[in-house]
């Protein structure tokens, strides 16, 4: 079966600052991983995807995530935050092949403070 | 652009009502799901949908059905609504972009209370 763990449900940081969501997964075949983010009122929104090749994904809004097998984390990062970037964010694990079932985490509050 | 239309956005719904949440997709797309979106708790999976006439339990089905009678709309039904059903509840439709992968479009959800 597989998980994904969130640390911090709510994460506050000042317009500027760096942006570090984290996530841990756990799985036992090789795993696609996704961020999604959601702002209020709205469904969700994918912000990158891993699913082979390259360890560091680069998707929208400047975010950015580094897939690390050995530490089974999928970090999201952003240089600089602002403050559209207020929203709360998912981090989600499906299996190689399985066309949408994916599982998510707690999710991740980001509040940014001017 | 994929479009995933959740008919209601806001519903009150009494205990033991039977509840209908409706869901369509505008570009023939197979898959299709239903999560379940609570404070904490993140998305959990409640039923999904290969094609047509198909449908699969998630990992939360119990006091939910669904319904896929054509393949753009896919309907998740509350035979006997309780309390603890209050929650947003996110359809989702599956596009493919390569080989086994793709990415999850969702509708903008529907806000269940139960009284």
């Known amino acids: 079966a597989q998980s994904v763990t969130q640390l911090g449900s709510h994460v506050s940081v000042s317009e500027g600052a760096l942006v570090l969501l984290r996530c841990n997964y756990s799985?036992?075949?090789?795993?696609?991983l996704f961020w999604y983010v959601q702002y209020p009122n709205q469904g969700l929104q994918l912000l990158l995807k891993?699913?082979?090749?390259?360890?560091l994904v680069k998707g929208i809004n400047g975010f950015e995530a580094e897939f690390k097998k050995s530490e089974t984390s999928f970090h999201l990062t952003k240089p600089s935050a602002h403050m559209s970037d207020a929203a709360e964010y998912f981090c989600?694990?499906?299996?190689?092949?399985?066309?949408?079932?994916?599982?998510f985490g707690q999710g991740t509050i980001l509040t940014v403070h001017p | 652009d994929v479009k995933v239309t959740q008919s209601s956005r806001y519903l009150v719904k009494r205990t033991g009502e039977k509840v209908f949440l409706e869901c369509v997709q505008d570009?023939?797309?197979?898959?299709m799901f239903w999560y379940r979106q609570d404070p904490g708790l993140g998305l959990r999976l409640i039923y999904f949908s290969y094609d047509v006439k198909m449908k699969e339990k998630g990992d939360i089905p119990e006091g939910y059905s669904v319904s896929r009678e054509k393949k753009e709309r896919f309907s998740l039904i509350l035979e006997s609504a309780s309390t603890n059903q209050t929650s947003m509840y996110l359809c989702a439709t599956f596009v493919r972009t390569g080989r086994g992968t793709g990415e999850l479009f969702f509708g903008e959800g529907s806000r269940l209370t139960v009284l």
């Open positions: 891993y699913t082979t090749g390259a360890t």
């Open positions: 570009m023939d797309h197979e898959n």
């Open positions: 799985s036992s075949v090789p795993p696609y």
């Open positions: 989600a694990v499906s299996d190689q092949g399985s066309y949408g079932k994916l599982t």
